[in-house]
T-cell receptor, first 114, second 113 residues
Framework: NAGVMQNPRHLVRRRGQEARLRCSPM?????VYWYRQLPEEGLKFMVYLQKENIIDESGMPKERFSAEFPKEGPSILRIQQVVRGDSAAYFCASSLQQGTGEQYFGPGTRLTVT | GENVEQHPSTLSVQEGDSAVIKCTYS??????FPWYKQELGKRPQLIIDIRSNVGEKKDQRIAVTLNKTAKHFSLHITETQPEDSAVYFC????????????FGKGTTLSVSS
């Protein structure tokens, strides 16, 4: 029973490039959440998606960041024109359905912007 | 906006002692409160959670208490072991359970043998 999968685990990008982070939820889970963790800090909510829908994107910066969760395939968090301040660990979590609350986290993608 | 405060930021105990971590939240609509353990370089792992319709929940050496009136909840670890050493995060649901989680800044627990 595979858990939440994320790839790549490590990603290095130069300033101005694009970063694409992928998240495959646990089997049967249709809710995906993205969080960002800066060094020595807690997790900050970015966006909550269900299949083909963005439910809550209140934590996502208005520019350069976008997310999707298509009918088929993984959820993708896209960061355009990366800057050094985007360097962080990006975690996704999934839950079975809205209302259960329990979110299970993937291993994270550590993004480094040089 | 919604906020979760967590204290202390660091906690050092001797093996066998108890450890207590406290959190307060601001959103009165929050009704789901999980606790996560994160080891260095690893994913956050859900260790226990509590919903607003109960005041206390136990799972072996771990217990969580919730006071909805005061908007605070606590994690209690008894008989601590070196493998309990990690960063612990509390969180509160943004409104109803199943929505985003608002996290505290974490407590680094060190258990020395």
């Amino acid at each position: 029973n595979a858990g939440v999968m994320q790839n790549p685990r490590h990603l290095v990008r130069r300033r101005g490039q694009e970063a694409r982070l992928r998240c495959s939820p646990m089997k049967g889970h249709s809710h995906v959440y993205w969080y960002r963790q800066l060094p020595e800090e807690g997790l900050k909510f970015m966006v909550y998606l269900q299949k083909e829908n963005i439910i809550d994107e209140s934590g996502m910066p208005k520019e350069r960041f976008s997310a999707e969760f298509p009918k088929e395939g993984p959820s993708i968090l896209r960061i355009q024109q990366v800057v050094r301040g985007d360097s962080a660990a990006y975690f996704c979590a999934s839950s079975l359905q809205q209302g259960t609350g329990e979110q299970y986290f993937g291993p994270g993608t550590r993004l480094t912007v040089t | 906006g919604e906020n979760v405060e967590q204290h202390p930021s660091t906690l050092s105990v001797q093996e066998g002692d108890s450890a207590v971590i406290k959190c307060t939240y601001s959103d009165s609509a929050s009704n789901y409160f999980p606790w996560y353990k994160q080891e260095l370089g690893k994913r956050p792992q859900l260790i226990i959670d509590i919903r607003s319709n109960v005041g206390e929940k136990k799972d072996q050496r771990i217990a969580v208490t919730l006071n909805k009136t005061a908007k605070h909840f606590s994690l209690h670890i008894t008989e601590t072991q070196p493998e309990d050493s990690a960063v612990y995060f509390c969180a509160a649901s943004k409104g109803q359970a199943g929505t985003a989680l608002i996290f505290g800044k974490g407590t680094t627990l060190s258990v020395s043998s």
